[in-house]
């Protein structure tokens, strides 16, 4: 059970282009998605919190108009990486819960790898 | 299909005991091993194994991998009330593609 799935596992795109990431809980309700982008030395930064049907929660320093997210069903998660830059590539994962919060059970999905040319 | 099994899924102990916790994996193309520890935010990440029965320690915090028996474990001695959290750990693979499987990870509660 708890499993996630993200779609594409990888993308290339041209510079200037947008690209859409999937998060999907496959056979439970993700009441929170949460969306981040791994670094090279493996750390993980949080880049922002949605909340099924209400406005994603940006951390400082990501742009909201750059990275679009939306969280339109209990099972799904979208992440727009609008006008993609070389320096948005990177390796994105998104994570979903069941309860409301951080702190709570996340269960992770396996990655999405976005190289911009 | 690519699996991370971690265990126990939770535990509770005093201050100043050890724990051990456990994870294996089966993976296609297995190419490291990741430990994070989430608390509120992101998860902090912990320790990268790439190689076999090498220990990598920090601080009380030590983690080996096996790569015949497919496993790795996470060592905490003296533990204290901060290192209440839940551990993750995931399991890098692919071959040409690039891919992160994580485990369900093991919730450590420790009490005073």
């Known amino acids: 059970g708890a499993v996630v799935s993200q779609h594409p596992s990888r993308v290339i795109c041209k510079s200037g282009t947008s690209v859409k990431i999937e998060c999907r809980s496959l056979?439970?309700?993700?009441?929170?998605m949460f969306w981040y982008r791994q670094f090279p030395k493996k750390s993980l930064m949080l880049m922002a919190t949605?909340?099924?049907?209400?406005?994603?929660?940006?951390e400082q320093g990501v742009e909201k108009d750059k990275f679009l997210i939306n969280h339109a069903s209990l099972t799904l998660s979208t992440l727009t990486v609008t006008s993609a830059h070389p320096e948005d590539s990177s390796f994105y994962i998104c994570?979903?819960?069941?309860?409301?919060?951080?702190?709570?059970?996340?269960?992770f999905g396996p990655g999405t790898r976005l190289t911009v040319l | 299909e690519d699996k991370v099994v971690q265990s126990p899924l939770s535990l509770v102990v005093h201050e100043g005991d050890t724990v051990t916790l456990n994870c294996s994996y089966e993976?296609?193309?297995?190419?490291?091993l990741l430990w994070y520890k989430q608390e509120k935010k992101a998860p902090t990440f912990l320790f990268m194994l790439?190689?076999?029965?090498i220990e990598k320690k920090s601080g009380r915090l030590s983690s080996i991998l096996d790569k015949k028996e497919l496993s790795s474990i996470l060592n905490i001695t003296a533990t204290q009330t901060g290192d209440s959290a839940i551990y993750l750990c995931?399991?890098?693979?692919?071959?040409?593609?690039?891919?992160?499987?994580f485990g369900k990870g093991t919730k450590l509660s420790v009490i005073p």
């Open positions: 994570s979903a819960s069941s309860r409301t919060g951080q702190g709570n059970e996340q269960f």
């Open positions: 056979d439970f309700q993700a009441t929170t």
């Open positions: 949605s909340n099924e049907g209400s406005k994603a929660t940006y």
């Open positions: 993976v296609t193309n297995f190419r490291s």
């Open positions: 790439t190689s076999s029965g």
């Open positions: 995931a399991a890098h693979s692919g071959a040409g593609s690039y891919q992160l499987t």
